[in-house]
């Protein structure tokens, strides 16, 4: 591991921050710490950083433990939440604080902001003060300055929080690349589970100061470890009773179950693909149809609960109130001690995402 | 209609704004000089140089010179305490801080009176370092003492103006830079200072204004004229002797005060429309 | 992220040993332990000798006239107050810079320079005064002198206080109210007043805590005369410091006096700000 957190716990008065965490990074990363605001991700950040004291527990970053190093003397870049860009100074001078600080040959400083400066597409700016930049811009000076020293590992707290969602989506593709290209250690603070899932390579999702789950985003997504995971990544909905479903009859009553909306098909009884199937589906009744922009959500009445699943645009038409066959081919049952995938028994051998 | 009526309304306030700003604030002004200069040129510059009136304006200008030195120093220390760290007890010395602008001046005279003067409890101690020294510094009754006073009154004129705009500002800036590992002095000249700039700069002008003019708290550990007089207590002496002669005299002093008070008040303004460019820029 | 109160909070930034030690020794060498010595003086006399002294008919005079003297001075301020105020931001006038420029003249101006000036204008050697006189109002040398004083040098506080809040104040807001066919009383009375309270308290808390400890401005105008109830505390404190006379016990028991007043009247004002704020916050 590059960088590792060993049972660390801290607390602000009653609240608890982190809860005897543990956790590590391979070299060369880029890890999502994720959770809802109030989890606590943003303090397990600042305490890698050193900008806080853990009341207990190690940080561990390449085999050191540097509980008692200050935070300027771990090698550590930090791109703060609304970037912090020194107000008074110029975008060069912005990139250059830290190399003036260490006290650098001034021809070098010039050399190295000048290829930061290009290396983030900031040529011919870099006399502009912060105030004159957009928000995308600025994310890209503190992203510049972060790294500017040669930091071993880099820290973000929710990087484009301060950003217009038009633009977002577009700065996620372009940090992912530029800090590939670098080559650097990453971790980022996120509440927003789409951008942990397109920029992270492992996500740590926090929740009210506990670790729940650390994975790769597809792990995360396909085998939720707790019920929080699999009720925070993915749309779903949550049902109480699923015995009275086909294919579910053994499940007992009162389990709780989270269905998402890829776990559910729906099909007119016409449809020759489903062919085979037709032993398997509940009828629904649809009592809604939501445009999404590429796809249309519909939410059926089933057995007395609503499901919901996406459409594409591809198909044939629906319409509300129009009767549907239902498939519900996969759920996570969970309780207090975790969450684990229940398969339609009808569907024994049959693969439906192949079909 | 409507329009009609609201114009009357604002005239009429206009009005009174414009009465009470003239029988208030300008005429005092040219009253000042009026009587200054009712008795021709000559008496009036004999009561600007007048020995008395010459160390006055010494002992009034060490006076602001000190306490505007020692409270600036003050204010930024505080002010960086109070806005760039959490501790207990932050808004009490806040409050405490801030004390000397809500007591009477007189009270702040007699508290160094009573700490430093020939009954204070401290007044053995200063004699003994004294004694220490070779020196013969009092605290009271003497220049050291008004220096006090004044200081003591503009106490918390600097940090009153930087705690505000440091809080607006946060501190993500200044951990930033202590991130990349530059100095408290580093941080505090090149993140901090450019921000509290005019701010500063606002403060210290209220600062000498008030220093310059202060009178109740100086008068209770002033009494030598001639020697620890400041303009003001001599423009009281002046005042309080009768004649018409030494009122005229009183006056001619009290226009050199005036002087500065416009100065201050321009320079105040200059520094405010500053502030609000930089601001809106 | 939300922090509580933190026993231990080391912070990155650099400085606050230094700062606190410097801060904390600065305000105990040159106020606290002064202020300290006034507690510790008084407490030299024994109660009986403490409610004797502070009783005497002077000393309660004293205290009548400098509280009275000061709340008609900030309720006076208080009007004129938001008057130049409202002016000021929402009007425009010839000479109205010069006047925003010039609202802190009292602050620049020495109080003794205010307090001869007000005098020589307001007593029969003035012109104003003169008139004054002979419509029947003695000005100088009587309560409405000192409240003249305690107007003029409490009259900054309140403006400077209303006058940020009447800037951010959306004249929308008074559209909106006349739109709904509200007069223009009722839109001040029930839209703006209710949004400078808070402000004008400030201001007025401000003003009464100058006008109440005053000396400079106020004990030429007013006379001194015990006869006529118009010495104010301040002056009484400073009669028992002068040569000839030395009452230092009596000075303390009425500044710890003075001071516990002055306290209890910003607590109150805090209290009332704190009251109205959950109020409209809830």
């Known amino acids: 591991m590059y960088v590792e957190l060993k049972n660390i716990t801290k607390k602000f008065g009653d609240y608890e921050a982190a809860k005897n965490i543990s956790f590590g990074i391979e070299q060369g990363r880029m890890a999502a710490l994720l959770g809802p605001s109030g989890s606590g991700k943003t303090t397990i950040l600042r305490m890698l950083a050193g900008l806080e004291t853990q009341d207990s527990g190690d940080v561990i970053i390449e085999g050191k433990v540097v509980n008692d190093i200050p935070a300027s003397e771990r090698g550590i ?138 994975g790769s985003p597809v792990e995360i997504y396909k085998r939720p470890k707790t019920p929080f995971v699999a009720q925070f990544i993915g749309t779903s909905i949550v049902l109480d009773d699923l015995s009275g479903f086909k294919g579910f009859e053994e499940m007992e009553p009162g389990q709780k179950v989270i269905v998402r909306p890829e776990f559910v098909e729906a099909f007119k009884a016409d449809n020759e693909k489903f062919k ?78 192949k079909l | 209609m409507k329009k009609k009526s609201e114009n009357v309304v604002k005239w009429i306030l206009i009005g009174i704004s414009v009465v009470f700003f003239l029988l208030m604030l300008v005429w005092p002004l040219f009253e000042v000089i009026f009587r200054a200069v009712a008795d021709g040129w000559e008496t009036y510059s004999a009561a600007l140089t007048a020995d008395n009136t010459v160390s006055a304006l010494q002992v009034t200008l060490i006076a602001t010179v000190i306490a505007l030195v020692v409270n ?210 | 992220m939300k922090k509580g109160s933190v026993t231990k909070t080391k912070s990155i930034i650099p400085g606050f040993g230094m700062t606190m030690g410097i801060t904390v020794a600065m305000l105990s060498l040159l106020v606290l332990i002064p202020l300290a010595s006034v507690l510790a003086y008084s407490f030299r006399l024994s109660w009986q000798e403490f409610t004797e002294l502070i009783t005497r008919p002077n000393v309660v005079q004293a205290f009548v006239t400098s509280i009275f003297c000061a709340l008609a001075a900030a309720v006076i301020n208080c009007v004129f107050g938001v008057i130049l105020a409202w002016v000021l931001v929402r009007y425009d006038f010839p000479g109205k810079r010069l006047m925003d420029g010039m609202i802190e003249l009292p602050f620049a101006l020495p109080t003794a320079v205010a307090g001869i000036t007000l005098t020589k204008m307001y007593s029969n050697t003035g012109f104003l005064g003169r008139a004054l006189e002979r419509a029947g109002i003695g000005a100088a040398y009587s309560k409405t002198g000192i409240i003249i004083a305690m107007v003029f040098i409490g009259i900054p506080f309140v403006v400077r206080a209303i006058q940020p809040v009447l800037e951010k104040l959306p004249e929308s807001l008074e559209e909106a109210s006349t739109m709904l066919g509200a007069s223009r009383l009722k839109t001040f009375r029930s839209i703006i007043f209710p949004e400078i309270r808070p402000a004008l308290l400030t201001g007025f808390g401000l003003a009464l805590a100058r006008g109440i400890g005053e000396y400079g401005s106020v004990i030429y105008i007013s006379g001194n005369s015990e006869k006529n109830g118009t010495q104010v505390v301040s002056y009484v404190i400073m009669q028992k410091l002068n040569a000839g006379n030395v009452d230092y016990e009596g000075a303390a028991a009425i500044a710890l006096v003075l001071l516990i007043i002055s306290f209890l009247m910003l607590f109150a004002i805090n209290i009332i700000q704190h009251v109205a704020s959950r109020r409209t916050n809830a």
């Open chain 1, 77 to 214: 870049g930090f791109v703060f939440q609304n970037y912090a860009l020194f107000r008074y100074m110029t975008v060069y001078d912005n990139i250059a604080f830290g190399l003036k600080v260490q006290k650098e040959d001034k021809n070098k400083i010039r050399e190295r902001v000048m290829e930061l400066i290009s290396l983030v597409g900031l040529d011919g700016l870099e006399k502009r003060y912060p105030n004159q930049l957009s928000g995308g811009q600025r994310q890209r000076v503190a992203f510049a300055r972060a790294i500017a020293p040669n930091p071993q590992l880099l820290l973000l707290d929710e990087p484009f929080a301060a950003i217009d969602a038009k633009v977002r989506k577009e700065l996620r593709t372009w940090l992912k690349e530029t800090i590939q290209k670098v080559g650097i250690t990453s971790i980022f603070v996120t509440h927003d589970q789409d951008e942990a899932v397109e920029v992270a390579d492992d996500i740590i999702i926090i929740n009210q100061g506990n670790l729940e789950q650390i």
């Open chain 2, 72 to 281: 600036t120093f003050f204010g930024v220390v505080a002010a960086w305490l109070v806005t760039k760290f959490d501790f207990r007890g932050k808004n009490v010395l806040s409050t405490l801080i801030d004390i000397p602008f809500s007591i009477s001046p007189v009270i702040a005279g007699l508290a160094y009176i009573m700490t430093f003067g020939r009954s204070g409890w401290a007044t053995p101690l200063i004699d003994k370092i004294n004694e220490l020294l070779g020196t013969d510094i009092s605290l009271v009754f003497s220049v050291p003492g008004v220096v006090l006073a004044t200081i003591f009154v503009t106490f918390p004129f600097i940090s009153r103006e930087i705690i505000p705009i440091l809080h607006a500002q946060g501190k993500d800036e200044e951990e930033a830079a202590s991130m990349m590992g530059a100095s408290g002095f580093t941080i505090f000249r090149k993140i901090t200072f450019p921000h509290i700039k005019w701010g500063l700069l606002y403060g210290m002008i209220l600062c000498t204004a008030r220093a310059f003019g202060e009178f109740g708290a100086v008068y209770a550990v002033s009494k030598a004229r001639g020697k620890t007089f400041t303009l003001p207590l001599e423009i009281d002496a002046l005042y309080m002797a009768g004649s018409s002669d030494s009122i005229t005299q009183a006056f001619a002093v009290s226009s050199l005060l005036v002087g500065m008070a416009v100065i201050v008040l321009v320079f105040k303004n200059i520094v405010e429309y500053k502030a609000k460019k930089k601001e809106e820029e």
């Open chain 1, 276 to 353: 085979g199937l037709m032993h398997a589906v509940e009828e629904g009744v649809i009592e809604k149809i939501e445009f999404r922009g590429s796809y249309l959500e519909l939410t059926l009445k089933v057995n007395g609960v609503s499901l919901t699943t996406n459409r594409s645009l591809e198909r044939r038409s629906v319409a509300v109130g129009e009767k549907m066959c239902v498939l519900l081919y996969r759920v996570y049952a969970f309780d207090q001690s975790g969450a684990e995938t229940h398969k339609n028994k009808l569907l024994k051998g049959i693969d439906v995402e």
